[in-house]
C-alpha cells in the first residue's frame, strides 16, 4: 500500500474521478465491435494484480450491458450507466464489474450507491485493499465517520514502514469534515493502537485542538515530545496551543527549545512574531536576523521582517525588506507593494509612490492603495484623473462604494470646494437617506460650513440609529464645546463618547475641549496630554497651548505650538491659535 499522504488524502476523489476518459467517436456500427473497442480502452489491472480486460470472461449477455453502459456515459446518461452497471455488480459479483460500477456511480455522484457496491466488492473480496481504499473514500465524502476507524488501522497495519507519514496524514484526510469533535473522536480510535509512537499523539493532539478540546491536546502534544524531544513540528505545536492562554509561558518553552534545537526554523519564526506582538521588538529584531541569516529568501521571513521594522519605525530596513520580498516568487505581492506605497508617500515620493500603488490590482489592500493614489493626484494638481480614479475603481460591495463616495468628497475638501463636497454627499445621501458614514461626513462639512441646523439634525438622527457610535456623540458635543454653547450638554454627549471608547485620542481632546472651555484648565490638560500621547494631531497640540497660555505656562505653549507647527505647517487650526495668542 503506498502511504496514506499519497493513497488515502485523495482516495475520495480518485474514485469519484476515476473512469478514464471514452474515445470521442459518435458512430455506432456492430454491437460485438464496439465491445471489443470498449475492451481495448478499458483494458486495466483486475484485483489486484491481473491484467485481463473487464470484458473477459463474462457472458455475451453482460458484454453487452456494458457495451450499453459505455455507450451511456458517452452520450452523457450518467443516470443510466449507474443503473446497468449496478445490475451488471449484482449479477456477476465480478470484482472488475464492481470496481467499474464503484468508479461510475462516483463519477455521476450518486454516493449512496458507490458505497453500496463498494461494501459488495468487499464481500466478494475481502483482502481486496483497491476496495477498502474505495469505501474508505466514499465514507469520508458521505462524512462518515462512524465506519471508518477499522478500515483505517486495517490500513495502516498494512504499511509498517509508511506508518509515521501516515498517522501525519490522517488529519488532512477529513480537513473538509465540519464536524471536528466527530472527526477528532475518530482518529483518537484509529491511532491508540499505535500510541507508542509519537506521531499518533501528534495526530491526536492536532485533531483535539481543531475540536477545542484543548487540554487533550496538550497532554498528547507533550506525549509526543516526551518520545521525540527534538521535534520541531510537535513543539511548534505546543507552542501555538500555550499561546492561547499564555503568551509568557509559551516564549518560555520555545526559548528553551531553541536552547536545545536552535536550527528549529519554523519556532524560531514563531517566536520572533511573539515578540513582536508583545512589543519586544529588540528581542523580535534579534530572532529574525537570526532567520534572515539561515533563510534569506525565505518569503515569510523576509516579510515579517519588514513588517516588524515599520513597527520601528526603521523604514530603510523595512523598505529593503519589501523591495527583496516582491522579486521573489511569492503569489500575492498586494500588501508588499501598499507598504511600498506608504514608505515613498511618506518621505515625499508622490510619483514613485504611485507606481507602487499601481500594483496593487486586488485583495483587501486594493481600495486603500485606489484611495492614497487618487489623493496623490490630488495634491499634484490632477484632480481630474483624481476623480477618474475613484469613479472607475471597482467596488465589490455597498460599503466600498461608500468609502470611494467619501474619499471623493475628501478630495474635494483638501482642494477647499467644501461646498461641492456636501453637495455630493448630500445627493448621494438622497439616494441612501440613512446610510450613517455618509450622515457623519455630511455633518462634519455642515458645521465647517456653519450650517448648524443641518450638522446638528444629522447627528441626532445618527444618535438614534447608531446609539452605540462614539463618534456621533462626540462629534455633536464637540461641535457645542468649540462654539461654547450648551456646554453642560456637550460634556455629558463627549462623556458618553468616552464611555464608548475610553482611549480613542479625538474623544479625549474633546473632553479637555470641554473642560478648558468650563474653567477646569487642570482637568482639561490632563486630558489632552492623555490625547496626544495618543494621537499627535496638530488640533490637539493647539488645543494644548492655548490650556497653557490661560495657566500662564507660555513658554510651553509657544514650545509645543511651534514645533507642531514646523511638522504641520498647513493646519488652519494651529496657525489660528498662533494668529490669537500673537506669537
Known amino acids: 500500500m503506498k502511504p496514506i499522504r499519497h493513497t488515502l488524502c485523495f482516495a475520495a476523489l480518485a474514485f469519484a474521478f476515476g473512469m478514464p476518459a471514452l474515445a470521442s467517436n459518435d458512430a455506432l456500427s456492430d454491437s460485438k465491435a464496439q465491445a471489443?473497442?470498449?475492451?481495448?480502452?478499458?483494458?486495466?489491472?483486475s484485483g489486484e494484480g491481473s491484467s485481463s480486460s473487464i470484458l473477459d470472461d463474462l457472458p455475451e449477455q453482460a458484454t453487452f450491458e456494458i457495451l450499453l453502459a459505455e455507450i451511456a456515459l458517452r452520450q452523457g446518461d450518467l443516470e443510466l450507466a449507474c443503473q446497468i452497471y449496478a445490475r451488471l455488480a449484482l449479477l456477476t459479483r465480478d470484482p472488475q464489474v464492481l470496481e467499474r460500477a464503484v468508479e461510475v456511480a462516483g463519477y455521476a455522484r450518486r454516493l449512496d450507491l458507490a458505497m453500496d457496491i463498494a461494501r459488495l466488492w468487499l464481500d466478494v473480496d475481502p483482502t481486496s485493499q483497491k476496495a477498502q481504499r474505495m469505501l474508505v473514500g466514499i465514507l469520508i465524502l458521505n462524512n462518515q465517520t462512524d465506519e471508518l476507524a477499522p478500515y483505517l488501522v486495517r490500513m495502516l497495519e498494512s504499511d509498517a514502514n509508511a506508518l509515521p507519514d501516515n498517522l501525519l496524514g490522517l488529519n488532512r484526510m477529513f480537513a473538509r469534515n465540519t464536524d471536528r469533535v466527530a472527526v477528532f473522536r475518530l482518529i483518537d480510535?484509529?491511532?491508540?493502537?499505535?500510541?507508542?509512537?509519537?506521531?499518533?499523539?501528534?495526530?491526536?493532539?492536532?485533531?483535539?485542538?481543531?475540536?477545542?478540546?484543548?487540554?487533550?491536546?496538550?497532554?498528547?502534544?507533550q506525549k509526543a515530545l516526551?518520545?521525540?524531544?527534538?521535534?520541531?513540528?510537535?513543539?511548534?505545536?505546543?507552542?501555538?496551543?500555550?499561546?492561547?492562554?499564555?503568551?509568557?509561558?509559551?516564549?518560555?518553552?520555545?526559548?528553551k527549545f531553541l536552547e536545545k534545537t536552535p536550527d528549529s526554523r519554523e519556532v524560531k519564526l514563531l517566536l520572533a512574531r511573539t515578540m513582536a506582538s508583545e512589543r519586544r521588538y529588540a528581542d523580535a529584531k534579534r530572532y529574525f536576523d537570526e532567520l534572515l541569516k539561515i533563510a534569506p529568501d525565505s518569503p515569510e521571513i523576509v516579510y515579517s521582517s519588514a513588517i516588524l521594522a515599520l513597527q520601528q519605525d526603521d523604514k530603510a530596513q523595512a523598505e529593503a525588506q519589501l523591495k527583496h520580498f516582491v522579486t521573489l516568487k511569492v503569489p500575492n505581492k498586494a500588501s508588499a507593494y501598499y507598504y511600498l506605497g506608504q514608505i515613498a508617500e511618506e518621505d515625499k515620493r508622490a510619483d514613485e509612490a504611485l507606481g507602487y500603488y499601481a500594483q496593487v490590482l486586488s485583495g483587501e489592500y486594493y481600495l486603500p492603495a485606489q484611495m492614497r493614489s487618487a489623493r496623490l493626484l490630488g495634491?499634484?494638481?490632477?484632480?481630474?484623473?483624481?476623480?477618474?480614479?475613484?469613479?472607475?475603481?471597482?467596488?465589490?460591495n455597498a460599503e466600498d462604494r461608500v468609502k470611494l463616495i467619501i474619499a471623493e468628497a475628501s478630495l474635494l475638501r483638501e482642494a477647499k470646494r467644501d461646498q461641492e463636497a456636501l453637495v455630493l454627499l448630500e445627493k448621494r445621501l438622497a439616494e441612501q437617506p440613512e446610510q450613517p458614514e455618509l450622515m457623519y461626513e455630511s455633518a462634519l462639512l455642515a458645521e465647517k460650513l456653519d450650517k448648524m441646523e443641518l450638522a446638528e439634525t444629522r447627528l441626532r438622527r445618527l444618535i438614534e440609529l447608531r446609539p452605540d457610535n462614539p463618534q456621533a456623540y462626540n462629534a455633536l458635543g464637540y461641535s457645542y464645546a468649540d462654539r461654547n454653547v450648551r456646554l453642560a450638554e456637550a460634556r455629558e454627549l463627549i462623556e458618553k463618547a468616552l464611555a464608548l471608547a475610553p482611549d480613542d485620542g479625538f474623544i479625549l481632546d474633546s473632553m479637555g475641549w470641554v473642560l478648558f472651555r468650563q474653567g477646569d484648565l487642570p482637568g482639561a490638560l490632563s486630558h489632552l496630554e492623555r490625547a496626544y500621547a495618543k494621537r499627535g494631531d496638530p488640533e490637539i497640540a493647539a488645543h494644548i497651548g492655548e490650556v497653557l497660555w490661560a495657566q500662564d505656562r507660555k513658554d510651553e505653549a509657544r514650545k509645543i505650538l511651534f514645533e507642531a507647527q514646523k511638522k504641520y505647517p498647513d493646519n488652519e487650526t494651529l496657525s489660528a491659535t498662533i494668529r490669537k495668542l500673537e506669537l
Not at 227 to 250: C, G, I, M, V
Open 36 to 45: 471489443a473497442a470498449l475492451a481495448q480502452e478499458r483494458a486495466a489491472p
Open 189 to 221: 480510535q484509529v491511532c491508540r493502537p499505535f500510541f507508542g509512537i509519537a506521531e499518533a499523539h501528534y495526530a491526536v493532539a492536532v485533531a483535539a485542538s481543531s475540536a477545542g478540546v484543548g487540554e487533550r491536546a496538550s497532554q498528547e502534544v
Open 226 to 255: 516526551e518520545l521525540r524531544p527534538d521535534w520541531e513540528q510537535a513543539a511548534f505545536l505546543k507552542a501555538q496551543l500555550l499561546l492561547r492562554t499564555s503568551k509568557e509561558e509559551a516564549i518560555g518553552f520555545m526559548e
Open 379 to 396: 495634491q499634484q494638481g490632477h484632480m481630474d484623473r483624481a476623480f477618474d480614479l475613484l469613479r472607475n475603481t471597482k467596488a465589490d
